[in-house]
């Protein structure tokens, strides 16, 4: 709470200071950056800036527009020591935007969950449908892409693996390929899904696995994959090792 409170009057006093000295730096020709002094205080600049674009770009996303002009006059009255409310009301305030916006992120969140829920439920419906594709009582999906030979393991086992991770629009979220390094990992300490489908297959095998969100990670927000998300993955099984590895 502090800390957006303290993000909020930087935010502001940015946007101030920016207004304030505009007409010289329209009379700066070029900026000088030779020395490292000069670099540091122009990056805590662009920081701060940068900082300030992507927060009132996230408010403006959620419904929350902000007054340029009251902010950079709220700077100056302060500046000049003629403030119009006390720090009291700033806290109070500020606390009050704070609250909006958790309320409004929160109120977001929720539908783009449902939406994600019922674009799965579409998706696995359609694809069960697909010649090739089996589903288990679980409701996990597979497709075989090619068919290894060697053992099956058990959910006991430790695993090595080469694996890419999609969404249902096919952003990649993950790709041990991408880091050009199998990953190793126990299979009982991984999402469900993953638990229940490496069982399936045969070292040396390469499967397909549409997981629904109950399977995956629910109804989590983890960043890259949003709530509710029905994911895909392409998995090789590599080996079954018999030492055990940090989970995933």
Not at 2 to 8: D, Y
Not at 112 to 121: I, L, P
Request: with cysteine.
């Amino acid at each position: 709470m502090k800390k957006t409170i303290r993000l909020s009057l930087i935010a502001a006093s940015v946007l101030a200071l920016t207004a304030c000295n505009q007409e010289a730096k329209k009379e700066q020709a070029e900026v000088k950056l030779d020395t490292v002094e000069q670099q540091q205080a122009y990056g805590i600049g662009a920081s701060v800036g940068n900082f300030l674009n992507k927060d009132l770009a996230d408010k403006t996303e959620i419904g929350i527009e902000l007054d340029q002009g009251l902010l950079i006059r709220g700077f100056e009255d302060a500046l000049a020591g003629n403030a119009k409310i006390d720090e009291e009301k700033i806290r109070e305030v500020l606390t009050a935007l704070d609250t909006s916006v958790r309320t409004k992120q929160e109120e977001k969140a929720k539908v783009e969950s449902e939406k994600s829920k019922e674009a799965g439920a579409k998706y696995l419906a359609d694809n069960a449908k697909k010649e090739g594709v089996t589903v288990t009582e679980s409701g996990l999906q597979y497709e075989v892409l090619s068919e290894g030979d060697g053992e099956k393991p058990v959910a006991t086992d430790v695993v090595k693996v080469h694996y890419k991770g999609t969404l249902l629009d096919g952003t990649e979220f993950d790709s041990s390929y991408a880091r050009n390094e199998p990953t190793t990992f126990p299979l009982n300490r991984v999402i469900a899904g993953w638990t229940e489908g490496l069982q399936l297959m045969s070292v040396g095998s390469k499967y397909k696995f549409t997981i629904p969100s109950e399977l995956a990670y629910g109804d989590r927000d983890l960043g890259k994959i949003p709530a509710n998300s029905t994911l895909v993955f392409e998995v090789e099984l590599l080996e079954i090792q018999n030492e055990e590895a940090p989970a995933q």
